[in-house]
């Protein structure tokens, strides 16, 4: 005996008018699972199908699945403007009061130590330097001894170093905290095949303690290798440089012949100042009347016994090197006038000198106002 043939019209008007009525999605969920869920009825009445004769199914069949169609697709729909319901009713109640205070948000800023860092690597990116690195904690091979500074030589004792006690370093290195950047010097061309152009900024160590002097500091060396090297390349990039950083064209420069162990010849290099509303500012005439000329770093072509201590050949690669303190940098160019300031951690200093993270500058475009 087979059950009457369920009135599939009225079902699918009763649930058309239930989809009709449903004001949210959830309401609408519940409806799909009453209608076509795992026991709703548009499900049950399918399973009917599988107890069926051929014939009964092939006249019910067609109906059955044309009715679960007809839900999915009633369902479908009205889904789709239940959502855009919701959207524009969103939309309305939500709005951007333009007329409140921007929220005070606690800033911090770039120490102009760190500002001229990336001054420096912006700029000498521009002339195709890399930036390379090192430790602080050196050995005196790579600190004294392969700068061509011999054992007995004065600057080992000149550059007030701090030294580790003995047992730090292994296999009998004597350990110090480096005195300058220059072991990069040694250490890049050690680890990298010639032609090499780079700067190496990073904190430097002696025991010295005034106005002027902190024994934490910081320099920036700079190294090329390369054939036919010459000192002309040397002060063409330090002009370049001391232009772009400066951000004056009418700076001058006087290389002065002067004496390093690890430099032949060397080179110690002013540049000129002169003098503007009672201030000294880098730049213009330094033999007009207040002008004068003011040390900013020592430079060389790399001394060969340098080249070789390295494994180089000094007959194939030469080139030229500099050292520049980072700090004095910074002071001559933003107008502090105490090193120790640098170092006290004072925020209101700190507000007061600070940049921007944004505030970069390139050897086209300046460091802006
Ligand atoms: N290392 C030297 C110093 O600390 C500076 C320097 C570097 C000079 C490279 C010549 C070449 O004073």
Redesign the pocket.
């Known amino acids: 005996m087979t059950e009457d043939p369920p009135d599939l019209g009225q079902l699918k008007t009763d649930l058309c008018a239930a989809i009709d009525v449903a004001a949210s999605i959830d309401a609408l969920e519940a409806v799909r699972v009453h209608a076509l869920g795992k026991q709703g009825e548009v499900t049950r009445l399918l399973k009917t199908l599988g107890g069926m004769t051929p014939e009964e199914r092939k006249a019910e069949g067609p109906k059955i699945n044309g009715l679960r169609a007809d839900i999915a697709e009633a369902i479908e729909s009205k889904k789709v403007a239940i959502e855009a319901d919701e959207l524009e009713a969103r939309l309305a109640s939500e709005s951007l009061d333009m007329s409140l205070p921007p929220r005070e948000t606690p800033r911090g800023s770039v120490h102009p130590v760190s500002q001229v860092m990336d001054e420096l690597a912006e700029i000498f990116a521009d002339l195709g330097f890399a930036v390379a690195t090192g430790p602080e904690i050196e050995d005196d091979w790579h600190n004294f001894t392969a700068l061509n500074i011999p054992e007995s030589h004065p600057a080992r004792a000149e550059h007030d170093t701090f030294y580790f006690p003995e047992e730090a370093g292994e296999d009998g290195k004597t350990m110090l905290l480096r005195t300058?950047t220059?072991p990069v010097q040694i250490r890049t061309m050690m680890n990298e095949e010639p032609p090499i152009r780079i700067i190496a900024p990073g904190r430097t160590y002696r025991s010295d303690s005034d106005a002027t002097h902190t024994p934490m500091f910081h320099?920036v060396?700079g190294l090329v290798i390369d054939r036919d090297i010459t000192m002309g390349h040397l002060k063409w990039t330090l002009e370049t440089f001391v232009k772009a950083f400066f951000e004056r064209d009418d700076i001058v420069l006087r290389l002065r012949p002067s004496y390093?162990p690890?430099?032949e010849p060397?080179a110690e290099v002013d540049v000129g100042y002169s003098l503007k509303d009672g201030k000294r500012i880098i730049g213009g005439d330094p033999n007009a009347e207040e002008g004068g000329w003011m040390e900013i770093l020592?430079?060389?072509m790399v001394n060969r016994r340098v080249i070789e201590a390295c494994g180089l050949d000094p007959d194939e690669w030469q080139g030229f090197?500099?050292?520049c303190g980072i700090d004095r940098l910074a002071m001559l160019k933003y107008g502090m006038d105490d090193l120790r300031a640098f170092f006290d951690g004072d925020q209101r200093w700190l507000d007061h000198y600070g940049f921007s993270a944004l505030d970069v500058p390139t050897l086209s475009a300046g460091v802006g106002a």
């Open positions: 300058h220059s320099q060396e390093f690890f430099t060397s020592g430079s060389g090197a500099f050292g």
